[in-house]
Nanobody, 126 residues
Framework: VQLQASGGGLVQAGGSRRLSCVAS???????????FAWFRQAPGKEREAVAC????????YYLDSVKGRFSISRDNWEKVVYLQMSSLEVEDTAVYYC?????????????????WGPGTLVTVSS
């Protein structure tokens, strides 16, 4: 199983960015059993869960500080998970990671996820 995140970069505060995570190597159909999440880790801070999406595309869960600004979605046919980020703030600067776990539901704990992709850096400038 491989997860490959992309879409990071430099963006001005108030701007938008969309991250993508391509999943490969899962057996069966993703929408039957795989939960995806986005985590982030800012410099000098602990990793935190940003959003999670269930196999069928809903419900979704969000970190309080990103509610109303970020949206997680998935395309099970293309095996891609997205994180649409809007109204970005300097505090959103972090390395963003895509993670996946089969069957067991969304979790805010990084240790609960079996699969991780390399991070993609999002830098929000003031």
């Amino acid at each position: 199983v491989q997860l490959q995140a992309s879409g990071g970069g430099l963006v001005q505060a108030g701007g938008s960015r969309r991250l993508s995570c391509v999943a490969s190597g899962f057996a069966l159909n993703l929408n039957n059993y795989v939960f995806f999440a986005w985590f982030r880790q800012a410099p000098g801070k602990e990793r935190e869960a940003v959003a999670c999406i269930t196999p069928g595309g809903g419900p979704t869960y969000y970190l309080d500080s990103v509610k109303g600004r970020f949206s997680i979605s998935r395309d099970n046919w293309e095996k891609v998970v997205y994180l649409q980020m809007s109204s970005l703030e300097v505090e959103d600067t972090a390395v963003y990671y895509c993670a996946a776990r089969p069957f067991q539901g969304c979790s805010g704990r990084g240790g609960a996820y079996n699969y991780w992709g390399p991070g993609t850096l999002v830098t929000v400038s003031s």
